[in-house]
Antibody
């Protein structure tokens, strides 16, 4: 069974940093592309970042470019999101989402999410 | 950037009755490979999103056949043939054609009358 478990969320002050993790199990993690998607309280879904299976290709939404860094450790079956210079508008539940093996098979599995609150 | 617009944003439905959600994109979602990468997601209260439909009309494994997707180009529809209590939640369309950026619609909240 595919499982994605996010952790690392919490309360942080504006300008602070936080590192999110997503532990994957039930599939060969190193074969799959991964994404982070966030959802502000009571709002819709916003794609944040993408990383290829090897980690060699990375993309970011304009709203986080230059502040967030996505990475992965295939030996540890883990995905990460390093978030720096956090702003109030980064407050959201952050989900990791796995793509399928075929091109365009996007977001077929999601984790349960971890809440990040940016507030003084 | 591609903008996805859903309607209605709120949809009260009687149990056993059909429901329909529209999703329109600001640009064609036909990819250069001929496919259309338009997905539908369900988010039940307090849960993470779950994909229901991929590439316009393909149901994911385990999704009841009362859910169906259709459309082409810039206009798409998710239909529930007979709404059940477990269908309550927010439904999102998402485009992946103009990858690497995914764009989601605003969401449509389905509730029971």
């Amino acid at each position: 069974e595919v499982q994605l478990v996010e952790s690392g969320g919490g309360l942080v002050q504006p300008g602070g940093s936080l590192r999110l993790s997503c532990a994957a199990s039930g599939f060969t993690f190193s074969s799959y592309e991964m994404n982070w998607v966030r959802q502000a309280p009571g709002k819709g879904l916003e794609w944040v970042s993408y990383i290829s299976s090897s980690g060699s290709t990375i993309y970011y939404a304009d709203s986080v470019k230059g502040r967030f860094t996505i990475s992965r450790d295939n030996a540890k079956n883990s995905l990460y999101l390093q978030m720096n210079s956090l702003r109030a508008e980064d407050t959201a539940v952050y989900y990791c989402a796995r793509d399928g093996v075929s091109y365009g098979d996007y977001a077929n599995y999601w984790g349960q999410g971890t809440l990040v609150t940016v507030s003084s | 950037d591609v903008v996805m617009t859903q309607s209605p944003l709120s949809l009260p439905v009687t149990l056993g009755q059909p429901a329909s959600i529209s999703c329109r994109s600001s640009q064609s979602l036909v990819h250069s490979d001929g496919n259309t990468y338009l997905n539908w997601f369900q988010q039940r209260p307090g849960q993470s999103p779950r994909r229901l439909i991929y590439k316009v009309s393909n149901r994911d494994s385990g999704v009841p056949d009362r859910f169906s997707g259709s459309g082409s180009g810039t206009d798409f529809t998710l239909k529930i043939s007979r709404v059940e209590a477990e269908d309550v939640g927010v439904y999102y369309c998402m485009q992946g054609t103009h990858w690497p950026t995914w764009t989601f619609g605003q969401g449509t909240k389905v509730e029971i009358k």
